[in-house]
């Protein structure tokens, strides 16, 4: 499905967009968490080709490439998987919002991928949100 940038307000249009995680369901429960306030953060491997950059805006995409809101980057930093605080994962709204479950989420993530190791670099993200785009209901 290609992005239909008609449904885009004309100010983001020449933002890039992504959709969180590694497959449809989770980048909409992801979305959903962005759009409701509850998700500010986020990591990605280093070597990501998409990288952010401070101050840049991006489109979220549910799991239906469908653009849900736009997120400013406020803060990037480089931090081992083993150094992530309870802060961080709290500011990622994921689960219970604590440690082990950021820890164990994340991990099992990773694993997925084939690139997990407890030393392994993260770019940890900070983000806040700019715009909903289409609301979300967080049970759906």
Same mark, same amino acid.
């Given at each position: 499905?290609?992005? &239909?940038?008609?449904?885009?307000?004309?100010?983001?249009?020449?933002? !890039?967009?992504?959709?969180? *995680?590694? %497959? +449809? =369901?989770?980048?909409? #429960?992801? @979305? @959903?968490?962005?759009?409701? %306030?509850?998700?500010?953060?986020?990591?990605?491997?280093? &070597?990501? +080709?998409? @990288?952010?950059?401070?101050?840049?805006?991006?489109?979220?995409? &549910? *799991?239906?490439?469908? +653009?849900?809101?736009?997120?400013?980057?406020?803060?990037?930093? $480089?931090? !081992?998987? &083993?150094?992530?605080?309870?802060?961080?994962?709290? #500011?990622? %709204? #994921?689960?219970?919002?604590? $440690?082990?479950?950021?820890?164990?989420?994340?991990?099992?993530?990773? !694993?997925?991928? *084939?690139?997990?190791?407890?030393?392994?670099?993260?770019?940890?993200? !900070?983000? =806040?949100?700019?715009?909903?785009?289409?609301?979300?209901?967080?049970?759906?």
């Amino acid at each position: 499905m290609t992005l &239909d940038m008609t449904t885009i307000p004309e100010r983001y249009r020449d933002c !890039r967009s992504f959709s969180f *995680g590694d %497959g +449809p =369901r989770l980048a909409t #429960e992801l @979305a @959903a968490l962005v759009v409701n %306030g509850r998700k500010t953060a986020t990591v990605s491997t280093p &070597d990501e +080709p998409d @990288a952010s950059t401070v101050g840049e805006y991006w489109i979220v995409l &549910d *799991g239906e490439k469908r +653009p849900v809101c736009v997120i400013e980057t406020l803060e990037l930093m $480089l931090r !081992r998987f &083993d150094e992530v605080d309870a802060q961080f994962a709290f #500011e990622e %709204g #994921e689960g219970d919002r604590s $440690l082990s479950y950021w820890r164990e989420a994340h991990e099992t993530y990773f !694993r997925r991928l *084939g690139v997990f190791s407890p030393d392994m670099t993260l770019l940890c993200e !900070r983000f =806040r949100l700019v715009e909903v785009l289409a609301p979300m209901d967080l049970n759906a």
